[in-house]
T-cell receptor
Framework: GAVVSQHPSWVICKSGTSVKIECRSL??????MFWYRQFPKQSLMLMAT?????????EQGVEKDKFLINHASLTLSTLTVTSAHPEDSSFYIC?????????????FGPGTRLTVL | AQTVTQSQPEMSVQEAETVTLSCTYD???????LFWYKQPPSRQMILVIR??????QNATENRFSVNFQKAAKSFSLKISDSQLGDAAMYFC??????????????FGKGITLSVRP
């Protein structure tokens, strides 16, 4: 099956610093990638939809200036948490859609655990 | 807006027994997909089974099968011959077939399944 990687798998940073998380589709081109946030024992919360070459579409309540998303190529999307604070500590998951229709399959990355001290 | 409801937060099953996880959803659309995802302690999201709404036949993947009742908007997952490795959080999810590649997954709250040896 298709593989999606995330880097780093975990990161610890100081409050006020910025952290970049990469999401790559390794063996297919993804015109659309999605970013989710997940708290322990809770469901995935969609943060934004990322399209190659265009601005991301953010879900209501997600601060676009805080969570910067760039989808520069068909295989790479990045999420930058700017001026991170302890409340941004969470598990961030990306997924990549294979194909351009709603029938495409979605593949998830392994997630990134962010801890802000 | 579509909603997915998983009303049972936790379930437990004896190894080798069968367990059924419930899921209901609400939509006004006729063409959509339903999914069950497994999230083990590693937190990697794994697709268990996928059902296309226009297909009457219930999807099956080895020990996993679904009972898809379109009129009742019910989509339950049956796990036969439960194994210790089945212990995980399971999420039911919905996705419209419209909206192209940007069509989003809507997740239920999830259910934690434990398997007793």
């Amino acid at each position: 099956g298709a593989v999606v990687s995330q880097h780093p798998s975990w990161v610890i940073c100081k409050s006020g610093t910025s952290v970049k998380i990469e999401c790559r589709s390794l063996d297919f081109q993804a015109t659309t990638m999605f970013w989710y946030r997940q708290f322990p024992k809770q469901s995935l919360m969609l943060m934004a939809t990322s399209n190659e070459g265009s601005k991301a579409t953010y879900e209501q309540g997600v601060e676009k200036d805080k969570f910067l998303i760039n989808h520069a190529s068909l295989t790479l999307s990045t999420l930058t948490v700017t001026s991170a604070h302890p409340e941004d500590s969470s598990f961030y998951i990306c997924s990549a859609r294979d194909g351009t229709s709603g029938r495409g399959r979605e593949f998830f990355g392994p997630g990134t655990r962010l801890t802000v001290l | 807006a579509q909603t997915v409801t998983q009303s049972q937060p936790e379930m437990s099953v004896q190894e080798a027994e069968t367990v059924t996880l419930s899921c209901t959803y609400d939509t006004s659309e006729s063409d959509y997909y339903l999914f069950w995802y497994k999230q083990p302690p590693s937190r990697q999201m794994i697709l268990v089974i996928r059902q296309e709404a226009y297909k009457q036949q219930n999807a099956t993947e080895n020990r996993f099968s679904v009972n898809f009742q379109k009129a009742a908007k019910s989509f339950s997952l049956k796990i036969s011959d439960s194994q210790l490795g089945d212990a995980a959080m399971y999420f039911c999810a919905y996705r419209s077939a419209r909206g192209g590649a940007n069509s989003k997954l809507t997740f239920g709250k999830g259910i934690t399944l434990s398997v007793r040896p």
